[in-house]
C-alpha cells in the first residue's frame, strides 16, 4: 500500500457524534480525489454512526457496506443511552472530506464544514480558494486608516488598495489559507485586538490576498464620493510610512467618482456594511452600470475604451408598480381611481402603510388584491397575523425547537421567519425589480417593538443595514420588499399607536362614511344583481353609531349566505348585533331596539 502523506500545515480534525456516540478523526491527504479535492485518511478508532439514513448516496452506501463485511467497520463496545455505533478498524482512505463525513454520519454531509479542529474552525478554512464568480466586486474602505484619508491621499494618486497588516511577518504563500492567516494574526497581534478583532481582521486579509483577482471591480468611499476602479495586479506585502499600507494590489481607478447620495439604493445598502472589506458581487451590475455612464467603458471588458460610449444599451430592468387600470378599480368597486393612485404613490414612496379601520371594511381584503396587482402575482405576496404572544423570534428568526438530523431528537436551531424568507426571496438575482409584498393582518395586535427588534430601523432607512441579533448577518430590507398593515380601530384606537410607527408608515382610513368604502355595499349589490334594501340599511345604521371606530363595515352583507332565506336577519342578530351590544356593554342600552332590522327599516323612506 503507497504511503499516505499528510497535506503539510494541516492539523488533524475530527467529527464529535451526538448523544455521547464517540468521535471520528482524519486528516487531509496530499494526493487528490476524483473531483478534484484533497483526498481524506479516515483514522483508525474512529466511530461511526451504525444506521444509515435514507437518501445516503449509493456510493457511500456501498462503501460502509464493504468495510462492515470485510470487518474495516466493528460493533463497538454498547454503551447503556448511545445510538448503535460501529468503529473504524484501520485507517480508511476516502476520496475527499465529503465521502469520509457521509461514512461517519451515515448521510451525506458537506465535508469542509462537518470536520473541526479541536479548536472549532471548520475544514475549509484549510483549502485554496475553490471556484469563484469570473469577476466579483469588492469594497475596501481607507478614507480613516488611523486617522489618514489613504484614498485622497495615496490610492487614487498611486493607483492602488490596501490593508495595513502592520504585524503581519512577511508572506511565503501567494494565496496564503485562512488558517495560515489566522496563525499569524493570532502571533502578530496577542495584545493589540480583541478576539472579534482579530476575527475580522482575518475575513479581510484573506479576502484581499486570496480572494481577490485581477480584473475584479474594487470601490472605496471618500469625501461623500465613490470611487470605482478594476484590479490590475496580484497582492504584495511592502514597507509604508506607519505600517498604515503594507498590503496592495494595484488598481486602475475611474477618473470620475459618484455623489454617494446619488447611488442606487441597492449599492447604498451593500456600503453601509460595517467591515473594511465588503463583497459587493451582488451589486456589480449596478457599479458596471456607473463606470459605463461616466467613463463610457465596459468593465468586464478590461476597462477598454474602444466601445462607442454613445452605443444604445439594453435597458436595464429597474422597480416599479404597475399603473391603476380602470379594470382593477372596476374589479374592486372602486369608482374613484385617483384613490387606487394614491396608493400605488404611497406605497413607491413610503414602501409601508398600514390600512385603517373599522371591522368589515375591506382592510385585509383590499391589501391582498392590491399587493397580488401590484406584485404580479401571488407568488410574490406572503402574509402572517400579529397577536399578542407574536414575537421577533417568530416573526424574523430566532432559535425555534426542529429535528436534529444527526441526533433524530429536538434541538434548537436558527430558523427564519416569514419576514427573513421574503427579503431572501426579494433580494435574489433576478428578482429585484419584482415587488414582494409583505401583508401583516392585525399590526396592532402584537407589541411592535418587541416584534421588529432592530429592523424597526431598517423600515425607516431602507439604504443602511444593521447586525441581526441572532445569526450575526449584516442585513438589509430589499428595495422591493413592500409591507402593508391592517388595524381593527374597534380593538385598539389609532391615537394609541405609537410615534415611532406612525413615522414609519403611511396610514389610509377605510371608512363606511369615507371613500372607498362609502357606497361600496349598494355597488356591489347592483353589480350582482339584488336588492338594494342592505346598503340603505347599513347607512342607517351607522348613522346611529356615534364612535366611528365602531362603525359597521360592508364585509358583513357581501356574502352569499346573508341572501339565502332568513339570511339577512341571521347575520344581524348573530354578526352586527354582539359587536354593537360589546360597544355599549354596562351602559344598559336595548341595543336590539336601537340597531335591530325593525327599529332601522321604520327610518327607510
Given at each position: ?134 469577476r ?29 497588516g ?45 480572494q ?129 393612485e ?27 388584491k ?9 407568488e ?14 417568530d ?52 407589541n ?27 442585513f ?53 344583481g ?28 357581501m ?42 327599516r321604520?327610518?327607510?323612506?
Open positions: 500500500m503507497p504511503q499516505l502523506d499528510r497535506l503539510p500545515g494541516t492539523p488533524e480534525f475530527r467529527i464529535d457524534l451526538p448523544k455521547d456516540g464517540g468521535e471520528a478523526r482524519g486528516h487531509l491527504l496530499t494526493e487528490f480525489g476524483g473531483n478534484g479535492t484533497h483526498k481524506f485518511l479516515l483514522l483508525e478508532g474512529s466511530s461511526v454512526v451504525a444506521e444509515a439514513w435514507p437518501g445516503l448516496g449509493d456510493h457511500a452506501c456501498r462503501t460502509r457496506a464493504e468495510l462492515r463485511a470485510d470487518g474495516g467497520f466493528a460493533d463497538a463496545p454498547a454503551d447503556s443511552g448511545a445510538p448503535p455505533r460501529w468503529v473504524a478498524t484501520r485507517d480508511i482512505e476516502c476520496n475527499s472530506s465529503s465521502a469520509a463525513a457521509a461514512l461517519v454520519y451515515g448521510y451525506d454531509a458537506s465535508g469542509p464544514e462537518s470536520w473541526r479542529t479541536a479548536e472549532g474552525h471548520p475544514l475549509a478554512d484549510y483549502l485554496s480558494t475553490g471556484w469563484r464568480p469570473p466579483k466586486a469588492w469594497l475596501v474602505r481607507g478614507s480613516n486608516v488611523s486617522g489618514h484619508n489613504l484614498v485622497r491621499q495615496l490610492w487614487l494618486e498611486e493607483g492602488f488598495v490596501s490593508l495595513a502592520a504585524h503581519l511577518p512577511p508572506l511565503e504563500e501567494t494565496e496564503p489559507t485562512k488558517s495560515t492567516l489566522r496563525r499569524f494574526v493570532e502571533e502578530g497581534y496577542e495584545g493589540a485586538a480583541s478576539y472579534n478583532q482579530k476575527r475580522g481582521l482575518v475575513d479581510e486579509l484573506h479576502a484581499l490576498l486570496t481577490m483577482r485581477v480584473g475584479d471591480t474594487v470601490a472605496a468611499i471618500a469625501d461623500g464620493r465613490l470611487h470605482v476602479g478594476r484590479i490590475t495586479g496580484e497582492a504584495v506585502q511592502t514597507a509604508s510610512p506607519g505600517g498604515l499600507s503594507n498590503l496592495r494590489r494595484t488598481v486602475a481607478w475611474s477618473p470620475h467618482g459618484h455623489a454617494y447620495e446619488e447611488l442606487p439604493e441597492e449599492v447604498q445598502q451593500k456600503l453601509s456594511v460595517q467591515h473594511d472589506v465588503v463583497d459587493l458581487t451582488g451589486v456589480l451590475e449596478a457599479l458596471d452600470g456607473l463606470t459605463r455612464r461616466t467613463d463610457g467603458t465596459d468593465p468586464a471588458a478590461g476597462g477598454g475604451t474602444g466601445e462607442d460610449p454613445t452605443a444604445e444599451r439594453p435597458a436595464q430592468r429597474e422597480l416599479s408598480l404597475p399603473d391603476v387600470t380602470g379594470e382593477l378599480a372596476s374589479d374592486l368597486l372602486v369608482h374613484d381611481r385617483a384613490w387606487l394614491e396608493i400605488r404613490e404611497l406605497l413607491l414612496d413610503e414602501r409601508q402603510l398600514v390600512f385603517y379601520g373599522p371591522p368589515g371594511t375591506g382592510k385585509t381584503f383590499l391589501a391582498m392590491l399587493a397580488e396587482y401590484f406584485g404580479g402575482g401571488p410574490q405576496v406572503k402574509i402572517v397575523q400579529f397577536h399578542p404572544s407574536y414575537a421577533y423570534e416573526f424574523f428568526e430566532g432559535f425555534r425547537p426542529v429535528e436534529d438530523p444527526e441526533s433524530r431528537e429536538v434541538a434548537f436551531r436558527l430558523t427564519a421567519g416569514p419576514l427573513r424568507e421574503l427579503a431572501d426571496l426579494a433580494s435574489r438575482e433576478g428578482n429585484r425589480h419584482i415587488p414582494h409584498f409583505l401583508i401583516i393582518d392585525e399590526i396592532n395586535r402584537a411592535l417593538a418587541k416584534v421588529f427588534g432592530e429592523l424597526y430601523f431598517l423600515l425607516e432607512y431602507r439604504t443602511k443595514s444593521v447586525r441581526l441579533t441572532y445569526s450575526g448577518d449584516d438589509a430590507l430589499p428595495p422591493n420588499l413592500f409591507v402593508v398593515g391592517t388595524m381593527n380601530t374597534a380593538d385598539r384606537s389609532i391615537a394609541l399607536v405609537d410615534a415611532a410607527m406612525r413615522r414609519r408608515f403611511a396610514f389610509v382610513e377605510l371608512s363606511p362614511r369615507t371613500e372607498p368604502t362609502a357606497g361600496l355595499l349598494a355597488r356591489w349589490l347592483g353589480r350582482e339584488r336588492d338594494p334594501e342592505p346598503a340603505r340599511l347599513l347607512d342607517v345604521l351607522n348613522t346611529r353609531i356615534d364612535d366611528a371606530d365602531f362603525a359597521i363595515g360592508p364585509s358583513y352583507l356574502k352569499p349566505g346573508v341572501y339565502r332565506d332568513g339570511g339577512l336577519d341571521r347575520t344581524w342578530r348573530t354578526k352586527i348585533l354582539p359587536l354593537l351590544e360589546e360597544h355599549h356593554y354596562g351602559e344598559g342600552l336595548d341595543v336590539a331596539a336601537r340597531y335591530g332590522l325593525d327599529a332601522l321604520e327610518q327607510l323612506p
